[in-house]
């Protein structure tokens, strides 16, 4: 393995300092995300990347995918993730995981819909490739929400008997996926109600005890869908209702992630225990991505801007395009922030401004933003914490 020289063009663009809350409690192995593909056998209501085309659809050359385990190894990776599209439809899935490990990878994680981990025989051999860790998309409580949101009749049932094989087989040997098995959820306006019954189905029935709701990010097929993208007043009593759940009841590890502070009541955004404990952006591990491209990111080939809206967008600047690789490379929270994430008026003046995230920019196109207050350093968790660079300082 030789190094990539530190001046190509090709180098990942270096993470903003600061660009993540300091936390005691976030794994520190620097984390890449490697995207196998857009190819998925899902098809669910919110999938950022609607239809792809049939390039996007192709899978990574397994050459490429060795050369790019090897380039982030080199540059200090320990934990790696691959995502899609469907992970565990990539015909050399087991193979790529197993060169992880023997690179020396510590972490290695699959994004999956779950329903081929049903299959025991995949199952037993991914795992005894060396995954340390399996994060579940599942959306729902019930067959009829699950498979509404996925549209593959029957999905429930799959992902259910997957689940269920991996917690027991955890059972009977506890070094299985030291890292852990998380159900993920797509928060969005047709399950947000179910938040607490949710809960209690992933913990209690199928003994999950690690889960994680995102807020939906409005692209792809949810692009302009004012139904499936719930205003943050609506969904946030829910989300409460879920951590005081979390923190009185279950007991179990509950995270969130996609809300900024603004939105969440003062009592839960002043309380560093509280915050570090459910507000996933406090534990995320600062991420790369490595995903197909053909350059010009940001506004997609062929769609017209329209003047004036949130998604007009000069290109960003913390995309590296390797075009002799076709793949784009960048830091996630800087992506993020600075291209994926809209700064409402109200950020102005907000003290949070320098480390906020900011809010889809999706949710602005179609709620606008008039519902982002500034808020007061030292009406937050965050004015006891470490003064970095980057961080949020006191007007
Ligand atoms: S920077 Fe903007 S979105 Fe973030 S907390 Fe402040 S007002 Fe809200």
């Known amino acids: ?60 050359p397994w050459e490429q995918m060795q050369a790019e385990l090897e380039r982030f190894y080199i540059d200090g990776y320990r934990s790696v993730g691959f995502l899609g599209g469907e992970p565990t439809t990539y015909p050399r899935i087991v193979d790529a995981v197993a ?12 994004a999956t819909n779950a329903t081929k981990l049903r299959l025991e025989h995949f199952t037993d051999r991914i795992l005894a490739a060396g995954l340390t860790r399996i994060t579940v998309s599942m959306h729902g409580h019930t067959a009829e929400l699950e498979d509404k949101l996925t549209r593959v009749p029957g999905n429930f049932d799959k ?17 299985l996926l030291p ?10 306006g047709w399950n947000q109600p179910h938040l607490t019954r949710m809960m209690r189905f992933f913990y209690e029935d199928l ?41 009185t009841h279950f007991r179990k590890v509950f995270t969130f992630g996609g809300f900024p502070l603004c939105v969440l009541p003062k009592a839960l955004r002043s309380n560093h225990a509280l915050l570090s404990r459910y507000m996933g952006e406090f534990r995320d591990l600062s991420t790369a991505c490595s ?6 990111d940001l506004i997609p080939p062929g769609k017209v801007p329209v003047a004036g809206s949130w998604t007009q967008q000069p290109k960003s600047s913390t995309v590296r395009f390797d075009a002799g690789q076709q793949r784009a490379r960048f830091n996630w929270q800087d992506r993020k922030r600075h291209d994926l994430k809209g700064h409402p008026r109200g950020c102005a003046s907000c003290d949070l401004e320098p480390i906020c995230e900011g809010v889809w920019k999706g949710y602005l196109e179609i ?27 006191a007007r």
Request: glycine fraction near 6%; proline fraction near 6%.
């Open 1 to 60: 393995m030789t190094a990539p020289h530190a001046d190509s063009p090709n180098q990942l663009a270096p993470a903003r300092a600061g660009n993540q809350p300091a936390s005691s409690l976030r794994d520190i192995r620097k984390n890449v995300e490697i995207n196998i593909g857009k190819a998925c056998n899902n098809r669910c209501v919110f999938c950022i990347d609607g239809l792809p085309k049939a390039e996007d659809r192709s899978y990574m």
């Open 99 to 110: 060169h992880a490990r023997a690179l020396g990878f510590t972490r290695v994680a699959i």
């Open 159 to 175: 992902k259910c008997a997957a689940i269920r094989m991996i917690v027991a087989k955890r059972k009977a040997d506890p070094s």
């Open 179 to 188: 890292d852990g098995l998380s159900v993920n959820i797509v928060l969005n």
């Open 207 to 247: 003994g999950v005890d690690d889960l994680r709701v995102n807020f939906i990010r409005p692209e792809g097929y949810a692009e302009g869908d004012a139904d499936l993208t719930a205003q943050y007043k609506v969904v946030v009593p829910n989300l409460i209702k879920a951590v005081v759940l979390a923190e």
């Open 291 to 296: 995903i197909r491209s053909e350059g010009g």
């Open 367 to 393: 709620w606008g933003d008039s519902e982002f207050r500034p808020v007061k350093l030292e009406e937050t968790a965050l004015a006891s914490l470490p003064v970095q660079q980057g961080a949020p300082v």
